[in-house]
């Protein structure tokens, strides 16, 4: 009892201490981006927005940053490769290299404007990126590993965790919402969307780490994955309902075709809101947290500090239940766009009147 | 304008990335987990039907045992009567044939009695007949030499004659 006690204790104690390390150390990158002068606030779109090396902190003017592989494919020229480390000479002022160089937005740019070239660096979003993916690969090829060993056996372990929320994902998202003899197909995508989401947007909460999940382009390429599966797996009466709607007056059809057209708009909208809330709700998780620790500059008071850091942290904790919230909203919405794609109306009347019919 | 403008190359890498992702735990990961979960959902239904099955089967078996019991209590009982009955029909059937054989005997014996008498009387009836031939010779024999002689000599012969 008391052994359990302790543990019990000890584990929120820990938990403590990490979370308010945690806003320690953002409240240290602020200060340390707003050393580097301009306005009180410019950090914190810096630390919202991709970047080309991984910046810690500053301390005085010493940069702790880890430089990232730079790749830019270049048309008739072929690929350059080179660290980020090479735009900045020893007293961290910029430089080119190979005739590109870095501007103040974080892009880089070619000093002669006619070279095309396209840049596929590994920046710290695809870094941070990378790290995710070798940890869903270790969490849950060591979870299926379990399985492998004996189905039929209790979870145990990390099996036990996770094995709730995969069920979850089955039972009251894919079956519910894509119907019960077809959600099977769409399970491994929803899955893999689910744990990607809630991963990335748990790793973007740890102190200087990237803003993954809320970058537009990871939550585009997201939405486009679900809507090419969507477009994919349109049964007939999928389209027919978007571009011969039944149930709605002739004159909404034809000489005009306003419903067509609403309809397919409608399908275009479904992504790109799927898109838009993702990134918007982690970035301003994000925004918030840092614009709460920025209040200490703009007020210029020391008194400030101990309030900043207690909205931080009840901001912490917010963005910990947001993080599973939208990937869970990201999740179901997709489901919910596979639902209607696959449903088949004239095939479940036919069955009813078949199931009727020798009563 | 930044923060809503898609670069390039992270897109470039999130599709690599996440159709890795997507073949990598669809194959390795979901496809054993979401079978294992499958296999022991069906397990579990397998032994509550079983379970039921078995509870089921147990009731029969009791029910039936019951019904077996019954009958034989009943097999029993019916035994019990037939076998009282038949001892009791056997003793009226013994009393019943004794007293006929008895009936029979005495009869057979007064018919056998009877037969003795008739027989006894006819032999006292031949003997009478030749006694009284005998007599009446020597009567007639007697005659002739004189009547007082001959009276004592039928008393004389009446002594002997006995009717035995």
Partial sequence: MSKYFYRKISTSLFFSILIFLFTFFQLSQAIGASEEGGSKTDFIMHHVQDAHEWHFTTIGDTHISIPLPVILYEKGHGLHFFMSSEFVDEHHNKIEKDGFYIDDHEHIKAKDESRIFYDISITKNVA?????????????????????????????????????????????????????????????YLLSIFFFIWFNNLLGLLPGAANLTGNIAVTMTLALFTFVITTFSGSK???????????????????IPLMPVVEFIGILTKPFSLMVRLFANITAGHIIIYSLIALIFIFESVYMGPVSVLFGLFMNMVELLVAFIQAFVFTLLSAIYFGLAVEEHEHEEHKEKLEKAPA | MDLITPAVGLIFWQTIIFLVVLFVLGKFAWKPILGALKAREESIDEALKSAVNAKEEMANLKAD???LLAEAKLERDKMLKDATKMGEDLKDQAKEDARLIGDKMIEEARASIENEKNDALRQIKDQVAELSLQITEKLLKKNLSDDKSQQELVKDYMKDLKLS
């Fill in chain 2, 65 to 67: 045992n019951e019904k």
């Fill in chain 1, 128 to 188: 941070s990126l990378f790290i995710s993916v070798i940890l869903l690969f270790w969490v849950f090829l060591s979870v299926a590993k379990k399985y492998n060993q004996d189905p039929l056996k209790s979870p145990k372990g990390l099996q036990s965790v996770f094995e709730p929320i995969i069920l979850f994902i089955r039972d009251d998202i894919a079956r519910p919402n894509i119907g019960e003899h077809k959600y099977e197909k769409y399970m491994p």
């Fill in chain 1, 237 to 255: 009466d999928y389209w027919k309902h978007i571009f011969n709607t039944p149930g709605v007056p002739w004159w909404l059809k034809i000489p």
